[in-house]
């Protein structure tokens, strides 16, 4: 087979790749590197199924030829992070709507399979819990940043299966969960890079309002899984997939299990809201998927547990 992933060098997108690459598959990624890393591809760039292209998604002469030569798109390529949001949000609305509707008009001219990576944040702040993939999304006011990005993945949603509908193009939308692993960066405000790194440096770790929401996490790897079961179950096409897993954890709790696995001498300290973000912000207390429809498909259920994963990560950060 081969490949195009759009933010290949980003953290989900560099796995992807290492184990499309391992079964022996062609490789093809574009990124501009502007979340995304080499250092995260420099493993790969010696084996010869790999192909690297700087540029960005909504350059169409680049699409063209990558999307041509390649069996299916995994696009990954997206603003992601709550701090880049609200710190860039020209940049993560234009990247997210701008960049998706390229990816889907190119792809489909050749009539090629997309997979679109998107978000729990499309379910927004609803407090029904667990999310299903059929349940209402509940945005705040524009005049609060973070909304846009839930926002701009929902439209990526409905340009997909609109192209699905209308034009009959392959695709399947993947709504990632937490998902952690090494190589994801604290940079653009990711809690769980971020506490291991303040923890390693015996810094202050930094728990957001009274640390009682809570999240559940899912590794990498498992994530990695999933999504190639699902790329390559025609019956999941048209569909949409939470993925993630049940397992649910508060962000204090969290904070203490870090810094006791890393036997740091890091103070857990609480950072309202207001300073850590931007004023009136409003997070989501609890983001649980409900994981049945995903289940019933792949019959794949997450196996790295959190102190698994979480030292895995560590150990990747004390590199
Ligand atoms: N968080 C925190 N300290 C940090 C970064 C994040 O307490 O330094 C909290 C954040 O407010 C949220 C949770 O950790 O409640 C998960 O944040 P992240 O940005 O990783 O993911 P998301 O909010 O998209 O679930």
């Known amino acids: 087979m081969r490949n ?19 079964r022996g598959d062609e490789v093809y990624v574009i990124d501009n590197l502007s979340t995304g890393k080499l250092e995260n591809i420099a493993h790969l760039r010696r084996n010869p199924n790999f192909h690297f292209t700087l540029g960005s998604i909504s350059e169409e002469h680049l699409l063209h030829p990558l999307v041509e030569k390649c069996d299916i798109v995994y696009h990954l390529a997206a603003a992601v992070g709550v701090r880049l949001i609200i710190e860039k949000p020209v940049e993560t609305i234009e990247t997210n709507i701008l960049g998706t509707e390229m990816v889907l008009k190119v792809s489909n001219q050749y009539k090629k399979k997309v997979i679109i990576a998107s978000t729990s944040e499309v379910y927004g702040k609803t407090s029904k819990v667990p999310f299903r ?12 940043s973070r909304w846009s990005y839930a926002c701009s993945k929902a439209i990526d949603e409905f340009l997909a299966l609109a192209y699905f509908h209308e ?14 692993g090494p190589r ?13 790194q303040q923890a390693l440096l015996n810094h202050p770790i930094t728990v957001f309002g009274d640390g009682s929401q809570k ?8 994530v990695v899984t999933l999504t190639i079961l699902l790329a390559e179950d025609s019956k999941a096409e048209g569909e949409v997939f939470n993925i993630g897993n049940g397992s649910e954890i508060t962000i204090k709790e969290l ?16 950072v309202p809201y207001d300073q850590a973000y931007e004023r009136g912000f409003e997070d989501m207390q609890r983001r649980v998927p409900d994981i049945s429809k995903v289940d019933k498909y792949t019959g ?13 990560i560590i150990e990747y950060h004390r590199q």
């Open 255 to 270: 904070a203490h299990q870090v810094k006791k696995m890393t036997n740091s001498q890091s103070d857990v300290v609480l």
């Open 4 to 22: 195009l992933i759009t933010g290949g060098a980003g953290f989900i997108g560099s796995h992807l790749a290492e184990r499309l690459l391992s």
């Open 300 to 312: 794949f259920h997450p196996r790295t547990t959190l102190p698994e994963s979480l030292q895995k």
């Open 184 to 196: 994801q960066t604290g940079k653009y405000g990711m809690v769980v890079p971020t506490f291991v």
């Open 167 to 180: 034009k009959k193009l392959p695709i399947v939308i993947l709504r990632l969960f937490n998902t952690i």
């Open 215 to 222: 999240r559940s996490f899912t590794y990498v790897d498992d």
């Open 133 to 144: 993939e059929d349940d209402d999304s509940v945005y705040g006011p524009t005049t609060k």
